[in-house]
T-cell receptor, first 112, second 116 residues
Framework: QKEVEQDPGPLSVPEGAIVSLNCTYSNSAFQYFMWYRQYSRKGPELLMYTYSSGNKEDGRFTAQVDKSSKYISLFIRDSQPSDSATYLCAMSVNPGTYKYIFGTGTRLKVLA | GAVVSQHPSRVICKSGTSVKIECRSLDFQATTMFWYRQFPKQSLMLMATSNEGSKATYEQGVEKDKFLINHASLTLSTLTVTSAHPEDSSFYIC????????????FGPGTRLTVT
C-alpha cells in the first residue's frame, strides 16, 4: 500500500463548479500537509499548507484535514479554466527534514 | 520573488554519455537544494538533498556514483547523470529552500531527460 493515495483523474468540470480533490494516507505520523499545483512542463507551486485538522481557507481555495480518517481535501470554488493543472498533495512527519511524500497528482480540467 | 531556474529544460542524449543539469536560485540564497525525479503518471520522488559546501545525502535506492550532485555555491546545484541509460529518461526537478524563510521549498520548472 502506498503511503499516499491520490486519484490521478482526469477530472473535468464546467467553469464555475466547486472542485473537490482528495488524498488518503496510511502513516498516522504525518503532521504537515500541503497542496501543490503543477502546470504542464512546470515545477510544482505551493498552494496551501496546514499543520492541523480542520479547514484553512485562502481565497477560492480551502484545505481540509481529517487526521482521524487520514484524509485531506482541497476545494476550489468558482473554478476557472486557468485552474486547469495537476494538483499534488504532499505530507511530512517533520517538515524540517523535507522528507515529503507526494501523491501522484490529480489532473484537473476546467471547461470554459 | 523565490524563483528557481533549471537548465536545460529539455535534453536528449545517447546511451552511455553523461549529462549535467543546473539548478539556480535567482533571487535568494539556498543552503539546501533538493533533486526529485518524476516518471510519467507517478509521484515526485526525492533523490537527494544537497547542502552547500558538503556532500549530498542520497535517498535509499539512488546510486550516488551515477547521480553526481554538486552544490558549490548558495545559488547553484548541479546534477550529473553519468553513463545515462534509457531507463534514466525522466523529468528531473530541483527545489530550493530559502535560508531566511520557513519550511517552504521552491521548485524549478524541471528538465526532461531523454536517453536514446
Amino acid at each position: 500500500q502506498k503511503e499516499v493515495e491520490q486519484d490521478p483523474g482526469p477530472l473535468s468540470v464546467p467553469e464555475g463548479a466547486i472542485v473537490s480533490l482528495n488524498c488518503t494516507y496510511s502513516n498516522s505520523a504525518f503532521q504537515y500537509f500541503m497542496w501543490y499545483r503543477q502546470y504542464s512542463r512546470k515545477g510544482p507551486e505551493l498552494l496551501m499548507y496546514t499543520y492541523s485538522s480542520g479547514n484553512k481557507e485562502d481565497g477560492r481555495f480551502t484545505a481540509q484535514v481529517d487526521k482521524s480518517s487520514k484524509y485531506i481535501s482541497l476545494f476550489i470554488r468558482d473554478s476557472q479554466p486557468s485552474d486547469s493543472a495537476t494538483y499534488l498533495c504532499a505530507m511530512s512527519v517533520n517538515p524540517g527534514t523535507y522528507k515529503y511524500i507526494f501523491g501522484t497528482g490529480t489532473r484537473l480540467k476546467v471547461l470554459a | 520573488g523565490a524563483v528557481v531556474s533549471q537548465h536545460p529544460s529539455r535534453v536528449i542524449c545517447k546511451s552511455g554519455t553523461s549529462v549535467k543539469i543546473e539548478c539556480r536560485s535567482l533571487d535568494f540564497q539556498a543552503t539546501t537544494m533538493f533533486w526529485y525525479r518524476q516518471f510519467p503518471k507517478q509521484s515526485l520522488m526525492l533523490m537527494a538533498t544537497s547542502n552547500e559546501g558538503s556532500k549530498a545525502t542520497y535517498e535509499q535506492g539512488v546510486e550516488k556514483d551515477k547521480f553526481l550532485i554538486n552544490h558549490a555555491s548558495l545559488t547553484l546545484s548541479t546534477l550529473t547523470v553519468t553513463s545515462a541509460h534509457p531507463e534514466d529518461s525522466s523529468f528531473y526537478i530541483c527545489s530550493a529552500k530559502d535560508r531566511l524563510a520557513g519550511y517552504e521549498q521552491y521548485f524549478g520548472p524541471g528538465t526532461r531527460l531523454t536517453v536514446t
